[in-house]
């Protein structure tokens, strides 16, 4: 049988002393949509970034394709070119323009030439509406823009797994609905995702699975209509009517 | 974002023209705006008048004319004083270079994190504490003086080169930190951003950190350029011949210090414009932080 996706298997990691995650495991398959959800401090960010090695876990494994992403075969720059990751906060590099935020890892990590970079670069970005921007810097554009372009020069290696930390966070609510589409596209095409947000409403249409964390656990872990309708969990229940209260769902 | 809505809101002649009793308002802003500038030049004058006035009645004036503005003896030390100045701007503007150069590779070295870096991190730690802690004329002496006295095979000789490298050694200490500050200033999510899309950490450095950490301390950098001008100066103590020097020369044999009045009037001339320079990059990047954070 083939291996999921990614398999997080017993992960735990502290910051100094403190217990961020847990024994945590979680399996995403191939074309699978993980959504994760929990309050401020529930280690969901960190999870995240374990996946793609920005943060060093210090027990368990993650496996991607079956092979262990600490493997010397994602060594280097392996690891990246296989998983992508788009911030809350776009984190673009602001003195360059979309163009060249977009094409400077294809160039320099990947040593695809300029032409053909940008040729690639241009065709995703009129993909995601934003073709007219090419020569525009961030500070430019608009936050829903700004972050189109981070999904775009995340999308520009060609990724397998793309991860989402809150990438509608920082929006104004107007502008939270453009990118969301973009989301709803990606996974039509069949991409794999694991994705923070607060949009309970969102998770609840685009997940395959949700995952409700804890002090660092999955507490809860299931069908999206299931998690949302009928939460087993206590902890669940009250982050969900939390959620209703704020008039977030 | 434009300075177009509150230009345009300011002034509303044209358009609002019908709606406000324009003419007296015009005549007003007129008087309002030529009575402080007249008031300015007229006090400008009666401040510098009286000063003026009060200095060349003094009983030492004549004296002090004589010793320091003595026209004839500026004349004559004007040529002298001014090859020295080309030596001054000439040791200036390689010492900017190497100040340029030395002080980057001190303060990548800096901030670079791979654990193996960690000696050279170190190493650079404990030169910027050495270099900062010694007075930049002490360093000077040493140098001009002491290492051409070792005659060092395959090295230069001369004091002029040395002082320059001490200048060098002395100042990127300071430089090293500047920089090291704009680095720090990059937000943390540029580190990750780059790191995840698989660039190396030299990459990142190269590609998305110091393009940013360079136009964060521009400002900063300008006026270690003007400091730097002066402090070319202290050379003059290893006998280099630069501007002070040249004068000294002069008033060595004259007993008149009017060729040290050139050789400040000189400096000034190419510090005043340069500090002007610096302020005017502070405050555009002012401007340009402002822009970004509103
Ligand atoms: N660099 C760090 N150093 C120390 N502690 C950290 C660091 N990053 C996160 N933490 C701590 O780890 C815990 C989990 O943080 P994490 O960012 O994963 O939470 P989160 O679920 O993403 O929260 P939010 O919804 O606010 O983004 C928190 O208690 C946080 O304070
Ligand atoms: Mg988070």
Same mark, same amino acid.
């Given at each position: 049988m083939k291996p999921p996706r990614i398999e997080i298997d017993g992960v735990t990691k502290y910051y100094g002393d403190v217990l961020v995650l847990d024994d945590v495991s979680l399996s995403v398959a191939e074309h699978e949509v993980v959504c994760l959800i929990g309050a401020s401090g529930s280690g969901k960010s960190t999870l995240l970034r374990c996946i793609n090695r920005l943060v060093e876990f210090d027990h368990g494994t993650i496996r991607?394709?079956?092979?262990? @992403?600490?493997?010397?075969?994602?060594g280097g720059t392996g690891l990246q070119k296989r998983v992508g990751i788009v911030f809350q906060s776009y984190n673009l590099f602001p003195h360059m323009s979309v163009l060249d935020n977009v094409t400077l890892a294809p160039r320099k990590v990947h040593k695809v030439g300029r032409r053909a970079a940008e040729d690639k670069a241009r065709e995703l970005l009129s993909l995601f509406g934003m073709g007219d921007h090419a020569g525009s810097y961030p500070e430019q554009l608009s936050g829903g823009q700004q972050q189109r372009v981070a999904i775009v020069r995340s999308l520009a290696t060609n990724p397998d797994v793309l991860l989402l930390d809150e990438i509608t966070a920082a929006l104004d609510p107007e502008l939270i609905g453009e990118v969301l589409k973009i989301i709803r596209r990606l996974k039509d095409e069949g991409m794999t995702m694991v994705i923070v947000t607060h949009e309970m409403g969102f998770a609840r249409e685009v997940a395959d699975t949700v995952c409700f964390l804890e002090g660092g656990r999955i507490l809860e872990e299931g069908d999206p209509a299931a998690l949302f309708s009928a939460p087993e969990r206590p902890e669940t229940r009250r982050f969900l009517q939390r959620i209703i209260e704020a008039g977030r769902l | 974002m434009s300075v177009a809505p509150s230009a345009s809101g300011g002034a509303p002649a044209e358009g609002a023209a019908p709606r406000r009793p324009a003419p007296p308002r015009r005549r007003n802003?007129?008087?309002?705006?030529?009575?402080?500038?007249?008031?300015? &030049?007229?006090?400008?004058?009666?401040?510098?008048?009286?000063?003026?006035?009060?200095?060349?009645s003094a009983e030492m004036w004549p004296q002090v004319r004589l010793q320091f503005f003595n026209l004839d003896?500026?004349?004559?030390?004007?040529?002298?004083?001014?090859?020295? $100045?080309?030596?001054?701007?000439?040791?200036?503007?390689?010492?900017?270079?190497? @100040?340029?150069?030395?002080?980057? =590779?001190?303060?990548?070295?800096?901030?670079?994190?791979?654990?193996?870096?960690?000696?050279?991190?170190?190493?650079? &730690?404990?030169?910027?504490? @050495?270099?900062?802690?010694?007075?930049?004329?002490?360093?000077?002496?040493? $140098?001009? $003086?002491?290492?051409?006295?070792?005659?060092?095979?395959?090295?230069?000789?001369?004091?002029?080169?040395?002082?320059? &490298?001490?200048?060098?050694?002395?100042?990127?200490?300071? =430089?090293a930190e500047i920089y090291r500050s704009g680095i720090d200033a990059v937000h943390e999510g540029q580190w990750a951003a780059s790191k995840s899309l698989g660039l190396s950490e030299w990459q990142t450095m190269v590609y998305a950190v110091l393009p940013q950490a360079l136009r964060n301390v521009l400002p900063a950098l300008m006026?270690?350029?003007?400091?730097?001008?002066?402090? =070319?100066?202290?050379?003059?103590?290893?006998?280099?011949?630069?501007?002070?020097?040249?004068?000294? @020369?002069?008033?060595?044999?004259? $007993?008149?210090?009017?060729?040290?009045?050139?050789?400040?009037?000189?400096?000034?001339?190419?510090?005043?414009?340069?500090?002007?320079?610096?302020?005017?990059?502070?405050?555009?990047?002012?401007?340009?932080?402002?822009?970004?954070?509103?």
């Open positions: 991607l394709d079956g092979v262990s @992403i600490e493997d010397e075969r994602y | 802003q007129w008087r309002t705006a030529i009575r402080p500038t007249i008031i300015s &030049v007229l006090s400008v004058l009666f401040v510098f008048g009286a000063l003026g006035w009060w200095v060349t003896a500026m004349i004559a030390a004007f040529p002298g004083v001014l090859r020295g $100045f080309g030596v001054s701007v000439s040791i200036w503007l390689s010492a900017l270079v190497g @100040i340029g150069v030395w002080a980057l =590779v001190l303060a990548i070295v800096r901030s670079l994190r791979a654990p193996w870096f960690t000696p050279f991190r170190l190493m650079v &730690v404990i030169y910027i504490d @050495i270099f900062r802690g010694i007075p930049v004329l002490l360093l000077v002496l040493l $140098f001009g $003086f002491g290492i051409p006295a070792l005659n060092l095979p395959g090295l230069p000789n001369s004091g002029l080169f040395w002082g320059a &490298v001490a200048m060098i050694l002395s100042y990127s200490a300071y =430089v006026n270690i350029v003007v400091a730097l001008q002066k402090d =070319v100066a202290l050379l003059s103590v290893i006998g280099v011949r630069d501007a002070v020097r040249e004068a000294q @020369i002069y008033t060595a044999q004259t $007993f008149n210090y009017s060729s040290l009045i050139v050789a400040a009037a000189l400096f000034m001339a190419a510090t005043i414009p340069m500090a002007r320079l610096a302020d005017y990059v502070t405050r555009k990047d002012r401007e340009r932080r402002l822009q970004r954070a509103g």
